[in-house]
């Protein structure tokens, strides 16, 4: 149950109702919010007089269904755009899979810059399947990041990978991106709810619809309004493509969630060839944002080579886009 609580309602009031009904207490639109179990079906009769509404929940999806708001949050990130609510924008993140090195990040942000993308997308900290294989540059990777937003004024998403370093992430990105094979990572995920900085949180590629948006739940109820959902693919019995890109899911988070949503074909099909067909369905379904990686030289790539874009693809595909946004009523920011 979600009790919103009477304006008049003190901080220190609501915490103290809070403890009473083992709820999580967080501020929200003005008001003291109080999130019990969805369990609860019936308020107790002695929190009537300082609630102002409250909601009952069918199950544990709660602030992030539309059963409680009906509106799509409306997210602003630091540069100025915004996405979810009635913005009308569906925002493309572009990037390479990983920052390579300054050189390479540079070419990237500039890419973005010609082609009016808001968002530069690189892992520093990458959750590689091998021990063996290039793990990412670290903290040398997020300060490159930062370098390009304060040079090229690009919002800047980077994702962490435990929790042993996201103050680093917090510091230097705009979105904080929770990988898929992190959806579960409760230091993470916990850390995330106590700030604002907006969070992509991936879908784990085994796990239900359910199960994700529950995860999205631990951050909203630590506080921090701000999360983006992102489906990037499943693990199906399927074996020619790297992942199987869910998009009846992604109908399903549009139609239940009041949160923005955005896709990822790239890590979905795992190969270039598909990705600007794949982009283009993903956004004639006028979902929020796409992420897209694109790299200066995908041949060479240290992480997904297989599956990123090379610049003349990434400028073709951004240029399609218009049309297809356009004709399901939306503007690529
Ligand atoms: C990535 O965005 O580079 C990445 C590792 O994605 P995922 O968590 O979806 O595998
Ligand atoms: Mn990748």
Known sequence: MIIELKSSVSEARAQELAQQAKAF???????????????????????????????????????????????????????????????????????PCSVESEEQIEQSAQLMVELGVSTLRAGAYKPRTSPYTFQGMGLDGLKLLAKMREKYGLNVITEVRDATHIEEIIEHSDIIQIGAKSMYDHGILKRCGKTQKPVLLKRGFGTTLQEFVQCAEFILSGGNPNVILCERGLRTFETKTRFTLDLCGAAWMKEYTNLP???????????????????????????????????????????????QLNHDEFRALAGSLKAVAQAVGKRIA
Not at 59 to 81: F, H, M, Y
Not at 272 to 286: E, H, S
Request: net charge negative; aromatic share 6%; hydrophobic share 40%.
């Open 25 to 95: 207490c967080i501020h929200y639109d003005g008001r003291w919010t109080l999130i019990t179990s969805s369990s609860l079906k019936a308020l107790d009769p002695s929190f009537e007089s300082e609630t102002e509404r409250f909601t009952v929940l069918a199950d544990d999806i709660q602030l992030a269904s539309r059963v409680w708001k009906k509106e799509t949050r409306t997210i602003t990130l630091p540069n100025g755009i915004a996405l979810g609510g009635s913005t009308g924008n569906t925002i493309l993140i572009g990037g």
């Open 261 to 307: 949503i955005i896709l990822d074909p790239s890590h979905a099909i795992g190969y270039a060839y598909g990705v600007p067909d794949l982009a283009r369905a993903c956004c004639a379904m006028g979902v929020d944002g796409l992420l897209i990686e694109v790299h200066p030289n995908p041949k060479v790539a240290k992480s997904d080579a297989s599956q």
